[in-house]
Nanobody, 129 residues
Framework: QAQLVESGGGLVQAGGSLRLSCAAPRRTFSDTNMAWFRQAPGKEREFVAAVGRGGGTYYADSMKDRFTVSRDNTKNTFSLQMDSLKPDDTAVYYC???????????????????????WGQGTQVTVSS
């Protein structure tokens, strides 16, 4: 399974920005769908954003106007630009990769954490008020 490595987390004040990056092995990256999930203390892990193998992007409703997800298949990287951060965004953020799939997958598939088989170790994002 792909080994994913996240970077870019940290401490930021409310209203600030952070950019998370995820590096994935070259041999699998372009064939997979990629997503970000997050888990806040005492809460279940939740979907944040995804980029499908075909390039479609999907966001959780509370983040779609503030976060931007992207992938670069030439560099095997997957990124999450987070703007206008709020204290409620404080969580550990995880990068995830699906197995190889058809070129276009449904939103239901891309937003379901059960679709993803490879996970990074997580990166902490803390937003202070």
């Amino acid at each position: 399974q792909a080994q994913l490595v996240e970077s870019g987390g940290g401490l930021v004040q409310a209203g600030g920005s952070l950019r998370l990056s995820c590096a994935a092995p070259r041999r699998t990256f372009s064939d997979t769908n990629m997503a970000w999930f997050r888990q806040a203390p005492g809460k279940e892990r939740e979907f944040v954003a995804a980029v499908g193998r075909g390039g479609g992007t999907y966001y959780a409703d509370s983040m779609k106007d503030r976060f931007t997800v992207s992938r670069d298949n030439t560099k095997n990287t997957f990124s999450l630009q987070m703007d206008s951060l709020k204290p409620d965004d404080t969580a550990v953020y995880y990068c995830a990769a699906s197995p190889r799939t058809a070129f276009y997958m449904s939103r239901d598939y891309l937003t379901d954490q059960e679709s993803y088989v490879s996970w990074g170790q997580g990166t902490q994002v803390t937003v202070s008020s």
